[in-house]
């Protein structure tokens, strides 16, 4: 297929060379970084045009047979907007978070109170006339005639939030198996020592429930002797939260046992999961459909974590891995004890989370699929994948 990428020009400088009909030309709709006010009444407009300009040349130039749409975050909903009413090719959308309902980042900045308390009422002020702007342009409506949902849970999510989505198809996310590969080193199951080796891996933030993994482990040692367990949280969050988290360490009396690690590239990720038995994912956030429960079920891990949005369709509890209400530490304490206990249960878990991922969350199960869906697209048969 010949392809034609349109996307922000966000890391454009760090391209070392020119990449073939991909146009990193489109201005994000505030800095990652920071939001910079003044350019909502300076600036935004332009940015906005420059946009519709960019899109506009590149369909004309390329002559797409459908135009894709996918991560919109931080960019103008405007954009598949403005395709959709050109009608000169079909649209399809893969919806692989919340954009279609979230605010856009003028919203969101702006229906925030100032951190300081000096700027509250300012800010508060200018609010007012931003939101009477935005109200006066209206939200960007979209039609979501042809869309594919990463997740049943995001699907319902955005049906809930009032969106056309009705008729779109879920096809789940996948990974690239070969890429997580079965360590040789020994697991739990394998090993004399009885010690038990949890990892999470992620981002530090409250909304992950990072916090619940700690007090789980001060509960453990709590009744259990001589307590062989690690914790090691890979990836890192804003400084508030992990003083939070070293805080929560110290009062639960778990200090040996947890160990923070930081942020680990991508190309270290592998080694990581090969040196632990379990992964606890205890997200608390409707997740769309989390990847790092399928790369650790890849890899061999047990994986206990909590269900919120579309990971209950990745994990069923006590068929392919152990699962607990969001936030319930010691809904958590009491699997990783069952874990402790039954290393034949750690191994029956392990081998089925493996089989899960090869079975129905592979990339290449993912891209046919979305492959097949487009074709239906173009050829406008009105199956859009169903089959």
Known sequence: HQIAVLTSSYSKTDRVQEE???????NLESDLLRYVPRDFFLSRRKREKENLHHLDQVIKDFRPNVVFVWGMWNLSKALPAYIEAQNQAP???????????????HTAYWQTPARHLILRIPKRLLALLV???LAKEGIPSL???????????????LIRAGLPLERAVVIHGGIEVKDFPLSPSPRFWNRQDGALRLLYVGGLGEHKGVHTAIEAL????????????????????????????RDSIAKCGVADLVFFRGRVPRSQVVPVYGEHDVLVFPS??????????????ASGLVVVGTTSGGTKEILNDSENALTFAPGDAEGLAHQIERLI???????RLAEA????????????????KIESYLVDVIQGTGNYGRN
């Open 218 to 245: 001060g509960i453990l040692r709590s009744r259990v002797q001589r307590l062989q367990i690690t914790l090691t949280l890979v990836g890192d969050g804003h400084p508030a939260y992990k003083a939070f988290l």
């Open 20 to 26: 073939e009909n991909v146009y990193r030309v489109l």
């Open 341 to 347: 206990g039954d290393p034949m249960l750690c191994q």
């Open 143 to 157: 039609r979501f005639e042809r869309a594919i949902c990463v997740s049943a849970a995001v699907r319902e999510n």
């Open 91 to 105: 649209v399809a959308y893969f919806i692989s978070d919340h954009w279609p309902s979230d605010p856009d980042m």
């Open 131 to 133: 939101n009477a702007i």
């Open 353 to 368: 989370g493996r089989r899960t991922v090869l079975e129905g969350f592979t990339l290449e199960r993912m891209v046919g």
């Open 284 to 297: 608390i956030c409707e997740e769309a459909l989390p990847r790092t429960p399928m790369e650790a079920m």
